[in-house]
């Protein structure tokens, strides 16, 4: 069973940063699209950013310039590093295969909170 283990969350002050990773097991994710959703308080888990077995990346608009996903396929880990935060990336992050074809197991998540 796939096993996802986020973690880099944390508390920071607006317009800091921040770099999210997430280590994989039980599967080798070369071949696979990952992606890092987040869950804010109240609200539905939403995808932030993806990126293809070859390196292509989207983001959601929110994000678009600020957040930058990228792999380190020998490792088995995704990252995700956020800049210039905003009160508004307050959420649970976490990741998995992309939208539609996410694995039933889902990691713990890794808290950021974006406060002054």
């Known amino acids: 069973q796939v096993q996802l283990v986020e973690s880099g969350g944390g508390l920071v002050q607006p317009g800091g940063s921040l770099k999210l990773s997430c280590a994989a097991s039980?599967?080798?994710?070369?071949?696979?699209?990952m992606a890092w959703y987040r869950q804010a308080p109240g609200k539905q888990r939403e995808w932030v950013a993806s990126?293809?077995?070859?390196?292509?990346?989207s983001y959601v608009d929110a994000v678009k310039g600020r957040f930058i996903i990228s792999r380190d396929n020998p490792k088995n880990t995704v990252y995700l590093q956020m800049n210039s935060l905003k009160p508004e990336d307050t959420a649970v992050y976490y990741c998995?295969?992309?939208?539609?074809?996410?694995?039933?197991?889902w990691g713990q998540g890794t808290q950021v909170t974006v406060s002054s």
């Open positions: 990126i293809l077995s070859g390196g292509t990346t």
């Open positions: 039980a599967i080798r994710i070369s071949p696979v699209t």
């Open positions: 998995n295969r992309a939208p539609g074809l996410a694995w039933p197991s």
